[in-house]
Each structure stands twice: as C-alpha cells, then as structure tokens.
C-alpha cells in the first residue's frame, strides 16, 4: 500500500522557518512522476505551493506566492520530499498536504493526512 506522510508543521512567529518532511512509504519516490506540497487555509480551497518532477530530471516550480522564500528537494535515500519554508508570513497559515502523481495519460493521485502551519504575527 502507498502512502504519503507529512510532518514538520508546528507554530512560528513572522519571519521564522519550518521544514516539512512528505515521507513515502510501500513505494520508493521513483514510482512517482511528480510530488506537489498544497496548502489550504480555513474556508479556502487547496492550492499548489511547489512541485517537484521526477519524470523531467528534478524540475522544480512554485507558487508566485512562495517563490523566493520556499523550496522543494528531494532525498531519494530517506525517501523523502520536504519544503523549506522561510521568511514565514501569517498568510502561511494554512494545513499542508502532499501529493504524489503517478502516471501521466491516466493519473493516480495519493494524499497524505496534513500538517498544520501557523504563523503568528
């Protein structure tokens, strides 16, 4: 059975840093085409933060929101995909999930449970 399990969220002041951690488990990151970190905030529907893509070499891209601030990487070894989250704002509050893809023609989607994110100002 795959499964995606993020940890790393916690509470920060402004300003401060997180590292999520999205740990796969039944499948190593190559069964993967892509791994995506999304957020959602209370009453707001999930949007993508960053993805990495495995089928193209480790292509990395972000939300215009993140970019600067924000990096995705990869440790095949750990079998893990975190994001870096500096320069954190109150508008990073949100739960964070990960996402893998696999396939490209016909997808197969796998969720983790979340990790909560609280900024406070």
């Known amino acids: 059975q795959v499964q995606l399990v993020e940890s790393g969220g916690g509470l920060v002041q402004t300003g401060g840093s997180l590292r999520l951690s999205c740990t796969a488990s039944?499948?190593?990151?190559?069964?993967?085409?892509?791994i995506d970190w999304y957020f959602q905030a209370p009453g707001k529907q999930r949007e993508l933060v960053a993805t990495?893509?495995?089928?193209?070499?480790?292509?990395?891209n972000y939300a215009d929101s993140v970019k600067g601030r924000f990096t995705i990487s990869r440790d095949n070894a750990k079998n893990t995909v975190y994001l870096q989250m500096n320069s954190l704002k109150p508008e990073d509050t949100a739960l964070y999930y990960c996402?893998?893809?696999?396939?490209?023609?016909?997808?197969?989607?796998?969720w983790g449970q979340g990790t909560q994110v609280t900024v406070s100002s």
């Open positions: 996402r893998g893809t696999r396939g490209s023609a016909w997808r197969t989607y796998y």
């Open positions: 039944g499948r190593d990151l190559q069964y993967f085409n892509a």
């Open positions: 990495i893509s495995f089928s193209s070499g480790g292509t990395t």
